[in-house]
């Protein structure tokens, strides 16, 4: 540095040393993601499930329909590797075409209360005023119905006929814990709207005379929405439960429709004699949810910068 | 005399206090309550006060992120509260803002590409959608930015640099005026100096006109033209940099400008400190009369109960605006002129280095 | 002051150990070096630092964030987490005893009673959940084993010494009763509670108001001499250090680089970096200044530069400064200065 220094207005040009290129905080989060052991167990499990979901017939070409009496309550073999059930039902297969009731249902449930509890989230945190207030107490009484007991109350008035076909049904668990699911992640929205606004980045859009809509779409949202994401995952989890626990009452998905809650009900009356038969469908429920607890887990590691 | 660009006008901004289970109104924090001035063209208007003066939330209310609650702002002759949808947009082009936390004011997801551009994408008619890339690096290039760093994001940077992002987003329209909420207060010594050289450059080259919003009596002093003195949601004292800090009519600005520690040890002794009792009463329930008769040595009956009002009163080189019924010069500091120093022997115009005292080392000294 | 006198005869501190200063000394740091260890690479905050502090002095450490400056007085303290931060070598010595060597359970017992500490941020030093006077007495009851309202009736009188107003009455109030000012005089008042040796302020007045600024800087003056304490006084304030401090400590990049009595280092500072950061500060009594700003950044800790840490910003700087760290050498009576060019700056 020279004399010109004196008078240095353009003299901080070196940034601090070492970032060469471009570094965004998702790419950050990738990063320390991509290192973590648990994200690359549970993204396993959850490509495994996925895949069961969508094609079946990869990991079996066994008709999950197809009943075999004679051999009812056979052990695990060659030819049935996870046994039979009651039915004479081979297990392996139902418990791979089991997984895709739950996974549709989970899914489902997720992305609706993400749009909704979301949308309802931005605009009470974002607006104030008298549409928080209204938000807010709805969230408040939907808060105080848990979600099993909204789903067995809301089955139970709506029951299923026996004929009702199984998109229906699915269908109907997935608007149950839609309806019950999205005042949590509402309320958790809306508090994390309220720490984005009033950072000065937004006041300067506002400055700049920005429009609401593009305020949230640029600069609310994507700083709002991590912690959402991260309970939406772990949500997924409870979800497929919530929906194994409806069938196992009896009130979810019913036989014929194949799902592990149906699968674990029927096994119930057989557990001291051939406890294997409850076995499989309620280890893969535990690892279903568990992989996606886990998923959430891992990202919110990521996300938390005081982690790193 | 230049031109008025902005003039406020008796501006009032009180804040609802809500209580009880009811959630009703109990009181107002009074947090501007009748502050008018005026700012002229090309010039810098300082503000300073304490926290809890209303100082920032003036700026926000010039910005118009407030709405006053009572008192106009006329900005290049348009009445600006008076302004909606597209004519507000437009009026938001010529009067833009820096903050004070360069960390809270980039948003960390976008890179410095988009902040500095997002000007552009709010009022796409200044430039044009392929020029963008290059306007972008201009303004980087002006702040004194690398303008390869485009695709970098804030937390790349330092504060100081991050503080120069934010004052390119905030002269990218071009605007006429920019308001500075303490843009330097958050920054090293060593990095402040190179902010408020860039800020004192860019007002050369683009004739802006400052609203520089402070605690720092000394930065406001060196780079104000004008200054305005705020306690408690008002204006003690308003007028050119020498009326305020060489002759001091307000008490309060006569304290404030005591308590300023100079870095120079050898005035230890030599300079006169007024200590003020107690500490700035709540603005939800300001003192009557003169606000500051609470803390005044010089209060007397009258101050609790009349307003003093911001009038023009002797200061003994002529008058400025002062609102004291004691109003009285009093020279707090002593004012040495560098201004004729050339850059070269820039020795911060010490002393004369015979005065100085007797140098001890340990218990005995002070 | 009646309440001091005696506080300083009950100083057969209950501890059992005592400690007595050698001529005055209380305080010598040698050598100090800390690093901080990081999952991105090792981040050397304080690389070989020396000093003394005698009694009634009042050492300033002036220094930018990212200096060392907090650093240091964390480690004298030893509230530094260990784990991250790791001493790999250096003493600090109080009253002659190395206090890094010294067991926890004594060294513990340093903490009130011989050094103690006064944070930037009253609210968050605070408890919240506790009244002011409860969390003053606590100080003797710990420490001096006095029941509860002795301890109490003590506390009331520390806080009529550091000039809290109605003391009596708001003993029992809440920390965010308090303002900003009075929060940081009840920091100071359980500070000094066990009247120690030696005080260190680290960026006292940083968040407060100007005027309050000054009632307090006066207030721990008055409180200094009154009590001789040695004191440390950290910040970045170039203002606040020409007004109380008798020798100043100039950091850099965990590094003295200047040392001097303060009427020197500001008539002529020794150490480009001083030089510069005086040249850069606008002040309150000058008009028509022109500010000569220091280019570039402070260094990453974890890249500090060759040689002379400085030397990227430094317009003095040789190809000498590049490759030699100058060492803290005695440039004129009673100062040093860790520059090649320190006559030049000196006398430039």
Known sequence: MTEASTIAVGAETSAPAGHDEARSLTSDAWRSLKKNPIFWVSMALIVAFLLMA???????????????????????????????????????????????????????????????????????????????????????????IPLLLGGILFMATFPNDVDSPYLLVVGKVVLVLSIFGWPGLARLMRSSVLQVKPNDYVQAARALGATPWRIIRAHVLPNALAPMIVVATINLGVFISVEATLSFLGIGLTPPAISWGVAISDAIVALRTTPHILLFPSLFLSLAVLAFIMLGDAVRDAFDPKSR | MAEAILTATDLVKYYPIKGGVLRRKVGDVKAVDGVSFELLKGETLGIV??????????????????????????FDGVDMYAQKGRAMRKLRRDI????????????PRKTVGDIVGEPFDIHPDVVPRKGRRKAVQDLLDLVGLNPEHINRYPHQFSGGQRQRIGIARGIALNPKVLICDE???????????????????????????????????????????????????????????????????????QALLSAVPVPDPTLRDKKEQIVLKGDVPSPANPPSGCRFHTRCWKAQDKCKTDIPLLELRPDGAGEHLSACHFAQPREIIETIDVSDLADGDLDTGRRDTASLEPVGDGPADS | MTTSETMARESAKSSGQTYKPQDGLLLEVEDLHVEFHTPDGIARAINGVNFDLFEGQTLAILGESGSGKSVTAQAIMGILDMPPAVIPKGQIRYCGQDLLTMPDEQRRRTRGPEISMVFQDALSSLNPVFPVGWQIAEMFRVHRGMNKSDALERAVKLMQRVQIPAAKERVGAYPHQFSGGMRQRIMIAMAIALDPAVLIADEPTTALDVTVQAQI??????????????????????????NVADKIAVMYAGRIVERADVYDLYRQPGHPYTKGLLESIPRLDQKGQQLAAIGGLPPNLMRIPEGCAFNPRCKFAQDVCREDRPALLEVAPGRESACHFAEEVLHG
């Open chain 1, 54 to 144: 969508v094609w079946p017939s990869l990991f079996t070409n066994v008709d999950p329909a197809e009943a075999v009496l004679k051999q009812a309550r056979e052990r695990p073999s060659a030819n049935a590797w996870f046994g039979r059930d009651i039915q004479g039902y081979d297990i392996y297969s139902r418990t791979i075409y089991g997984a895709r009731a739950s996974i549709l249902v989970g899914v489902f449930a997720s992305i609706a209360t993400v749009l909704i509890g979301g949308a309802m989230g931005v605009i009470a945190g974002y607006y104030g005023g008298w549409l928080d207030a209204v938000v807010s107490r709805v969230t408040d009484i939907f808060f105080a």
């Open chain 2, 49 to 74: 006060g304490e926290s809890g003066c209303g100082k920032s939330t003036l700026g926000r209310l010039l910005m118009r992120l407030e709405e006053p609650t009572s008192g106009s702002v006329v």
């Open chain 2, 96 to 107: 833009q803002i820096v903050f004070q936390d360069p960390y809270t004011s980039l948003n």
């Open chain 2, 183 to 253: 843009p330097v207060s958050a920054l090293d010594v060593s990095v402040q100096a190179q902010v408020v050289n860039l800020m004192e450059k860019l007002q050369d080259e683009l004739g802006l006109s400052y609203i520089f919003i402070a605690h720092d009596l000394s930065v406001v002093r060196h780079i104000s033209d004008r200054v305005g003195v705020m306690y408690l949601g008002k204006m003690a004292e308003l007028g050119e940099e020498d009326d305020i800090y060489g002759r001091p009519t307000h008490p309060y600005t």
């Open chain 3, 217 to 242: 800087m006066a207030l721990l003056q008055e409180l200094q001499e009154e009590r001789q304490m040695g004191l440390i006084l950290i910040t970045h304030d170039l203002g606040v250090v020409a």
